[in-house]
């Protein structure tokens, strides 16, 4: 208790009084150091006489000016690194070196003055009471002694460049004691890396069972993805929390300091490595041009607007319905000041306002991302997810194609390939519709593009399962599943944003492009590894006594137990980036979108949900019109909207 109160009293202490203090110590130890060695010497207690009293004194009074002209008082000992132990070395030999010349000058050695076997004690214990000294009281400041309770034991998982500046600036930190590296690498095992012990992955458990650590941070950087899933699970069974380093790229480029560590996130977990974007292909689809994103508050219409920004835009136009939603959004791309950002509140099946939008700030390129996307709400509500899914990008395409937009890219979803819910269904729809006039702008060569993007769910997005879970597992469960068996294609917010925008430069009029997201992942694997993430332990057969359950509720209507990206596997192609893929074009659907658009309107007209079923599927399913009664007068024709 005492020595943990001197402590204390030494933390509140200034750094000038410490280095005062620290200096008044070498001073006495140095002279009680040529003391002890008079009496080694003589082998019994000495009393020095004038002359070698002189040289007592003498021996601090030369010593501290060498020791203040080389740094040892300027280091602050709670982070004193262990290269600082030659600069004592040297500054010791120095000092040790100058009073040996004294002497001998003097001409003081022998038994009356200094024997020969002094200086060699002095620089003996020098070394011993400095180095140990400064080692000690670092020791102390951040050992255990100072602050037991405050501390957390840490676990490093990685034995390279990163891992090691990472252990050395936690250790120097105060708040974390690293109690043990973890490597993959046998020729490290049993050895130490900046005093800390090396240990082999296949013992990781027993390790963490003996060391008690509670936060293991992931420094292999050059890990795979797959790797790094497999490394979680093996850590769900314990109390810990899960941790990872920037890759050492990102901390030599001034991104982050090499002390910081992030949570790690479901993004690394994707089973696959993050797919990159192309710069070029962002700054040929952006720079300089006026882009107008609508649904620009939403998840991913939001991520859409900060990759455009980044990109250099002449202008971008927010369009939104979302009054709060596009207030934020505007305020927070403002702070890129070095293009204009134009808010539009309203409704993309406003004809109107969309036409006068689109003339008005002569807009090149459109990233469509408005939608209804909720599975279970749109299949409640299918006439609205109707009129904005289906007639919204119709009329955002028609008025795109009567103005001088040149790139339309519309944000699709896999649930658009053989749909079974209203949503998937519209989303369908709509790709037809943007391929017809696409396929209208290849004819009459107007160097248009209408194309689409199509991608899985998007890690992190307004109402998709990742939200869900986190709020399940923050109120302590359960996790809810509605089958075991049900499997997702997952991408991240960024890849989603980046395939948008680089769409526009890789697509044709009519293409469908898609990104390479690797096998599905099944949802309850994914439950399990965010609960493992958060902390917590999952609750089942083999750990009765864990923290969270995850439960399965059933299938809610419209939903598949597996999703598909194509509906011809056969007919995809690779594009100029080799993760961005083209799905073949299928013939013979868009021709018959004029009198099917006509039938579905008139089937929302009526509110009539059983038609409008028939025909939303019809298309889809058999790529002829339905027999919908009383809609055979309408005629066809190009311009959709209107006839409709």
């Known amino acids: 208790m005492r020595l943990r109160g001197a402590v204390e009293w030494l933390h509140m202490r200034s750094r000038r009084t410490k280095r005062i203090m620290l200096l008044l110590a070498?001073?006495?130890?140095?002279?009680?150091?040529?003391?002890?060695?008079?009496?080694?010497?003589?082998?019994?207690?000495?009393?020095?006489?004038?002359?070698?009293?002189?040289?007592?004194?003498a021996a601090p009074a030369i010593a501290i000016p060498i020791f203040i002209r080389m740094g040892l008082y300027r280091a602050v000992l709670r982070y004193l690194q262990e290269r600082a132990i030659w600069t004592m070395i040297r500054a010791v030999t120095f000092a040790t070196l100058a009073w040996v010349g004294l002497v001998f000058i003097t001409l003081s050695y022998g038994a009356e003055g200094v024997p020969r076997t002094i200086a060699v004690l002095y620089w003996a214990g020098s070394l011993v009471g400095v180095i140990g000294s400064r080692l000690g009281i670092k020791w102390l400041l951040n050992g255990s002694i100072a602050n037991p309770a405050k501390r957390s034991r840490v676990l490093i998982y990685g034995a390279g460049d990163a891992a090691v500046q990472l252990a050395d600036a936690l250790s120097a930190s105060g708040d974390r004691h690293v109690v043990g590296i973890v490597s993959d690498d046998s020729s490290l095992h049993g050895m130490e890396i900046v005093g800390i012990r090396v240990y082999p992955s296949t013992k990781l458990e027993e390790l963490l069972a003996d060391t008690e650590a509670q936060e293991v941070i992931i420094a292999a950087s050059s890990s795979s993805t797959r790797r790094r899933r497999d490394l979680v699970a093996r850590l769900g069974r314990f109390p810990v929390k899960i941790r990872v380093l920037p890759s050492i790229a990102d901390v030599a480029a001034g991104k982050y300091l090499v002390s910081y560590v992030r949570d790690i996130d479901i993004d690394d977990l994707l089973g696959r490595s993050p797919v990159p974007a192309d710069p070029a292909l962002m700054q040929s689809s952006v720079e300089g041009k006026v882009i107008m994103v609508t649904g620009a508050a939403g998840s991913i219409g939001s991520a859409v607007?900060?990759?455009?920004?980044?990109?250099?835009?002449?202008?971008?136009?927010?369009?939104?319905?979302?009054?709060?939603?596009?207030?934020?959004?505007?305020?927070?791309?403002?702070?890129?000041?070095?293009?204009?950002?134009?808010?539009?509140?309203?409704?993309?099946?406003?004809?109107?306002?969309?036409?006068h939008t689109l003339c008005e700030q002569e807009v090149h390129t459109v990233y469509h991302c408005a939608a209804y996307k909720h599975v279970p709400l749109v299949e409640g509500n299918p006439l609205e997810g109707v009129r904005n899914n289906v007639f919204g990008t119709l009329t955002l395409a028609e008025e795109a194609c009567a103005s001088d937009v040149r790139n339309f890219i519309l944000i699709s979803s896999d649930k658009a390939v053989r749909p079974s819910s209203v949503m998937g269904a519209t989303k369908r729809w709509a790709e037809l519709i943007v391929r017809h006039y696409g396929t209208e702008a290849c004819r009459r060569n107007e160097g248009r593009v209408f194309s689409s993007v199509r991608f899985g769910n998007v890690i992190g997005s307004s109402g998709s399962v990742v939200p869900l879970f986190k709020e399940q597992i923050s109120a302590g469960g359960p996790v809810t599943l509605t089958h075991e068996e049900m499997t997702r294609y997952f991408m991240s917010v960024r890849e989603a944003a980046e395939l948008i925008v680089q769409a526009g430069a890789l697509s044709r009029s009519g293409d469908i492009l898609l990104l390479d997201m690797?096998?599905?992942?099944?949802?309850?694997?994914?439950?399990?590894?965010?609960?493992?993430?958060?902390?917590?332990?999952?609750?089942?057969?083999?750990?009765?006594?864990?923290?969270?359950?995850?439960?399965?509720?059933?299938?809610?209507?419209?939903?598949?137990?597996?999703?598909?990206?194509?509906?011809?596997?056969?007919?995809?192609?690779?594009?100029?980036?080799?993760?961005?893929?083209?799905?073949?074009?299928?013939?013979?659907?868009?021709?018959?979108?004029?009198?099917?658009?006509?039938?579905?309107?008139?089937?929302?007209?009526?509110?009539?949900?059983?038609?409008?079923?028939?025909?939303?599927?019809?298309?889809?399913?058999?790529?002829?019109?339905?027999?919908?009664?009383?809609?055979?007068?309408?005629?066809?024709?190009?311009?959709?909207?209107r006839r409709a």
């Open 305 to 355: 607007c900060r990759t455009v920004a980044q990109a250099n835009p002449a202008k971008l136009v927010l369009f939104e319905m979302n009054e709060l939603g596009l207030y934020e959004i505007e305020r927070e791309l403002r702070r890129y000041g070095s293009f204009p950002v134009v808010p539009v509140l309203g409704s993309i099946c406003d004809a109107r306002l969309v036409r």
């Open 518 to 641: 690797g096998e599905p992942i099944k949802i309850r694997q994914l439950a399990e590894d965010m609960i493992m993430l958060a902390g917590f332990s999952v609750r089942n057969e083999d750990n009765p006594d864990g923290d969270i359950e995850v439960v399965t509720i059933g299938v809610r209507d419209g939903e598949k137990l597996h999703e598909e990206l194509f509906y011809d596997p056969s007919g995809v192609s690779t594009t100029r980036h080799p993760k961005i893929l083209r799905a073949a074009q299928q013939l013979g659907k868009t021709d018959q979108i004029p009198a099917m658009v006509a039938q579905l309107k008139l089937a929302l007209e009526h509110g009539d949900v059983a038609a409008m079923r028939q025909v939303l599927f019809g298309l889809i399913e058999s790529g002829r019109p339905s027999a919908v009664p009383d809609l055979s007068a309408l005629s066809s024709g190009k311009d959709l909207r």
């Open 26 to 57: 070498d001073v006495v130890g140095l002279m009680a150091i040529i003391w002890l060695a008079f009496c080694f010497r003589f082998n019994r207690f000495f009393v020095p006489n004038f002359e070698q009293t002189l040289f007592i004194l």
